[in-house]
């Protein structure tokens, strides 16, 4: 590449595009393309395709020809199926109106901060935080305000003053991931109430992402949502995707929850984003809500399972630096001494093959710490973390 | 709907996503949802699902479980394709950096917009033209700059000294969609070397909208493009898709293409959108393009024996005015006397089952004008075309 062309015609681009940020993992993952006995558990994503009976309602639906244009909000068959799925998990009934269908949960994301922040606007955002939140309010022209919250051994920790000495008269929203990727962390029903407490005091929209909701290990089932302690009219966006609790991370199929008076203005966004999602994979997303229960189930088992793993061998030397994760299927932890998470990830994956996440992906609250997934088969994740330990034992 | 609580929250929305426009053809549409004899004209889609061989593909995809996450940038195979397509079309070659695969054209045109466009910039439209270039710009925060085109019986035509009049500072591109949707006007290539040497002149981005490129009634295969005239490094954007050629609009999968040395930012703005395409989806488009020209021409056939007939019924009577259309595959026409299309739209569907578009949905250079899409079956364009006659001769 001829660095000045690019440099010429790239400074040609818009300011918010160009700035942009790359993924932090993929220098990780470029540095270790060509080995052989890598072990990459640095994506958040299993190991399993999407279940047979998922793909079948897909491939019908192309069999029956349904390949047109169809509504923005998503078919109501899907928007039906998402009603009684929530209705489900929360004990009392959802209209299906507040239901649309998005092309993945990043563009749940997209569409909720379009339609809440403009150009100028803030965003509060605690972290260590999934980036790209962040770095779609950025590229809408606003700014992504993080809020630090605290490692301790016994779990990362919101700090309501921080979060509340953040806001200023141009914040519009926050966002609150819980579980939390990559940190483990869950908000309690106390820390959801006074958040919304705070919100409803100064008219701030909340994006609730509660796409590990399912993935939790207490009581109950499920993590407690916003869904427990808010009315259908306050000004909660929730964003959620298929692709984590169904092995979907390929369709690209999530959906945005809200007040139904919104409507027509997400349908708007939609129109003018992708212009609705594909009709057989919303029969095939349906098919996860109304036939997946089972599946979901194993899912959680297993990464029960390998979370189990994940403690016994992180205990297994006083070096590394974790709290238990309450919920989600991350590992995010460190390595005492150790303070350039970036330059850990690219040493581990070339002296052992095993591939992680460096934190500082997830913001300057991450530094020092790495992310591993273990949604993954238990032989798989003991060799990769067994590597670790080993590893750990002579740096 | 209880409208005072809706207004109540939809007025806490972003005002940028308040004000992104209905669809104008909605209203049309729900004027007559219930009618059995409904010929719907009214949507930029063929009658056809999408050929066998593309689905095949698909289900081939997901039967050998690609269903994870994959390159934002599109799959090696398919962006291949796409340099090679283009190869066969120009009788040159491209490089397979040039492509990036986008969930849809609509997604094409948000990411071109995004890369180039910052809050408070300005886009040149010509207009009557495909409302969503325009949404997608206000919503972003800038400001779509209309340009009205001329009509002539002889063909619509785009004055270059009032194009070139309506550039300000803060002016940052031109979106030139040839053959357009819904005038049928095709740019030639004076045309085009005309608006690319002013946009050199003054730093403009040019977004170009050439989807509809084979539906060309003109000699030579396909419409002059700007492909023909400009360098690989001009800072040119085309947006483009897979639904109208081979029958794919229920898919969303369209690509972009522009230098290659701005890659990295249109790798990061798919991320932070979309994440990528289903892999699945990508092998079936790479299966219209290396399989699909036989169905593509049959397709062009079809269009252009749509357009025959549109021409023999509109010259029926002196009261109808159009320019025959040089590409696409609409007729946009007006009836003497009438001004407001959308009351005519919706009369005509009231009285004959006949649904067109109000050409109010494309601006207001289109008011007095009803967009009809001729790609459909003979038959079936033939009644609808004959009652629309009919019916004309009663008012």
């Known amino acids: 590449m001829d660095v000045k062309v690019s440099e010429g015609i790239v400074s040609q681009l818009s300011t ?43 491939k019908q639906s192309l069999d029956a020809g349904e390949t047109f244009y ?10 039906s199926a998402l009603a009684d799925y929530h209705a489900g998990l929360h004990g009392r009934s959802f209209s299906d109106q507040r239901f649309f269908v998005t092309g993945s949960g990043m563009q749940a994301i997209q569409i909720a901060v379009t339609s809440v922040v403009s150009p100028g606007d803030e965003v509060l955002v605690p972290s260590p935080a999934w980036p790209n939140l962040a770095a779609a309010v950025e590229i809408r022209g606003g700014r992504a305000v993080t809020v630090p919250m605290m490692f301790r051994p016994g779990g990362w920790e919101l700090d309501m003053d921080r979060l509340m000495a953040a806001r200023t008269a141009r914040t519009r929203a926050i966002f609150i991931n819980t579980p939390c990727n990559p940190t483990g962390w869950v908000a309690s029903c106390e820390d959801l109430r006074g958040i919304l407490d705070f919100a409803r005091k100064h008219g701030l929209w909340i994006i609730a992402d509660e796409v590990y909701a399912r993935f939790f290990f207490g009581e109950g089932g499920r993590a407690p949502s916003f869904a427990d302690v808010a009315e259908d009219d306050d000004r909660i966006l929730f964003v959620n995707t298929f692709s984590k609790n169904w092995s979907m991370t390929g369709w690209r199929i999530g959906w945005l929850s809200g007040p139904s008076e919104i409507g027509q203005v997400i349908e708007n966004l939609i129109q003018y984003a992708t212009s609705g999602v594909p009709v057989f994979s919303q029969r095939a997303a349906a098919a996860a809500l109304t036939e997946g229960e089972t599946y979901l189930q194993d899912q959680i088992s297993r990464a029960k399972t390998g979370r189990q793993l994940v403690i016994e061998q992180l205990s297994s030397s006083p070096r590394f630096r974790f709290a238990v994760p309450e919920g989600a299927f991350y590992a995010f932890f460190g390595i005492d001494g150790v303070t350039d998470a970036r330059r850990l990830a690219l040493d581990l994956v070339r002296d052992t093959g095993v591939g992680l996440a460096p934190g500082t992906a997830f913001g300057t609250a991450g530094d020092g710490f790495l992310r591993l997934c273990f949604a993954r ?19």
């Open 16 to 58: 918010e595009s160009r700035l942009a940020p790359e993924s932090g993992i993929v220098e990780v993952v470029n540095s270790a393309r060509e080995r052989e006995d890598l072990i990459p558990l640095w994506v958040g994503e299993g190991d399993l395709p999407t279940p047979d009976f998922i793909c079948r309602a897909a």
């Open 70 to 79: 169809t509504y923005q909000r998503g078919i109501p068959e899907l928007r």
């Open 377 to 395: 088969s238990t032989d798989y994740l003991r060799e990769g973390l067994g590597r670790i330990v080993q590893w750990i034992e002579q740096v």
